[in-house]
């Protein structure tokens, strides 16, 4: 399938373009040149498919001309090794657990799913070595570097600034070892963004080492997003909740929406979409008002989704033609400031028992707010609680337990390299390396 970038001024590339590059030359993002209708007969019969089943059937609609079957079976199958469960919270409002990966968040799925396509990209040109450079204020980093450990004939090099990341989030990237390495970088996270865009930018660099990014609006990322909606919709028809089917995910750069609303667009029967989003309301003002006014961002509890120009908004904008109706009848929005989203979490643990973290607080809130008499919803939880534990600790004022998953990367000890801020020493390194 081939691949068109959302500027339209920059020639249309294979999956395999699409992947390595990330963005297109005109800076666009990269959208699949067709969306396929899957089958009547596969959403009669979702509800008896496991989670792999149904998953490879979307992966196979996107990426089954440019992969054979049984590599993309083992992607799927290695990709998703962990589930995506949907709970109940209360009467009618159901969460879908996305952080049973690796990592405890959503971005596991994408991201493993990128590593191992590209990976096989790799193997089909005959193993030359790929070097992914990754710049993180947090949780990108861990959720590649985990998504990329082990996989042959790829490098990753994290850039994470120094002192400002917090501790379990470190440790995520930093105890890995094998093909991860850390580079902690005495700046703040804009210096080692612009240190990996010079190192692309760098002709010496380029020549010595083969350079990509596993950016998260790359399409690899962002695809396979889909497959959870499909699932969620699988486990709510069984529980003969699906008829009226409102889904709500808490939204930053807007990737994670953008997978549902392709999911529609393949014939998945959801009613509508909520976007919920913190004291970044720059789409929530667009819905009202047709116009899209990037912000600079502020900071909030649910940091993850502190993002004040949405990147995937090319890509609804795009699907939609355009069309702010189409956009505000098939979406609905929903903004909370951080004394909101405290409250959220205050509430919805006193009265149910489920403990919410800031960001699937915000979807959580926003089905409360708008769910009619005969819907159903199904909000997002995009990230384990106990990432944000001292903020949840100091809300629910009670003890919140680390996984053991999580406590076993802080058992693990950190290896980083320290470097400057100045691009010369940062080439100087990967030239040696
Ligand atoms: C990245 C992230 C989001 C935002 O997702 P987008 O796809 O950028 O909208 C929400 N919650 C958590 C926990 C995240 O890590």
Do not use: W
């Not at 590649?144 to 400002?164: C, Q, R, S, T």
């Amino acid at each position: 399938m081939k691949y068109y970038s959302t500027n339209g001024k920059s020639d249309q590339v294979t999956l395999r373009d699409a992947v390595v590059k990330g963005l297109a030359s005109d800076k666009g993002l990269f959208m699949p040149e067709v969306i396929k209708h899957l089958p009547e007969s596969f959403f009669e019969e979702i509800q008896n498919l496991s989670f792999q089943e149904i998953a490879y059937k979307v992966a196979d609609a996107f990426f089954g001309e440019d992969v054979p079957s049984d590599t993309l079976k083992q992607i799927v199958c290695d990709t998703l090794n962990f589930d995506c469960p949907v709970v109940k919270v209360k009467d009618n409002i159901y969460s879908l657990e996305l952080f049973h990966g690796p990592t405890l968040a959503f971005k596991d799925v994408g991201a493993r799913f990128m590593a191992r396509l590209l990976g096989y990209f790799i193997q089909q040109e005959g193993n030359q070595k790929v070097n992914v450079l990754v710049a993180t204020s947090g949780d990108t980093g861990s959720a590649v570097a985990n998504g990329f450990l082990g996989v042959d004939g790829i490098h990753v090099y994290v850039l994470y600034p120094k002192g400002k990341v917090s501790a379990i989030q470190e440790c995520q990237f930093t105890t890995l070892g094998q093909n991860i390495t850390a580079l902690e970088v005495d700046g703040v996270f804009d210096d080692c963004q612009a240190l990996v865009k010079n190192a692309f930018m760098d002709a010496d660099l380029n020549k010595h080492m083969k350079l990509t990014s596993a950016n998260s609006i790359n399409v690899a990322r962002f695809l396979p997003q889909a497959f959870y909606y499909f699932y969620a919709y699988a486990q709510m028809k069984k529980l003969g909740k699906a008829d009226q089917l409102v889904v709500c995910v808490p939204s930053g750069n807007f990737g994670n929406i953008t997978a549902g609303l392709f999911g529609k667009e393949m014939g998945l029967p959801i009613k509508r979409f909520i976007a919920a989003n913190n004291a970044n309301d720059i789409f929530y003002n667009y819905l009202q008002t047709g116009e899209y006014h990037p912000q600079s961002s502020v900071q909030t509890i649910a940091n993850a989704m502190d993002v004040g120009d949405p990147s995937n908004f090319a890509r609804i904008f795009d699907l939609y033609k355009g069309c702010h109706s189409a956009i505000s009848s098939e979406i609905s929005g929903a903004t909370y400031t951080d004394e909101q989203i405290a409250e959220t979490v205050k509430a919805c643990y006193r009265e149910t028992g489920y403990l919410l973290d800031p960001h699937g607080a915000c979807g959580y809130r926003a089905l409360q707010e708008n769910l009619t008499a005969n819907e159903c919803g199904v909000f997002l939880e995009t990230a384990h609680p106990a990432k944000f534990k001292s903020t949840v600790e100091s809300i629910v004022e009670d003890e919140v337990e680390i996984p053991a998953k999580l406590a076993a990367f802080m058992k693990g000890s950190k290896k980083s390299i320290e470097i400057s801020k100045n691009f010369a020493d940062f080439k100087a390194y990967l030239m040696n390396e």
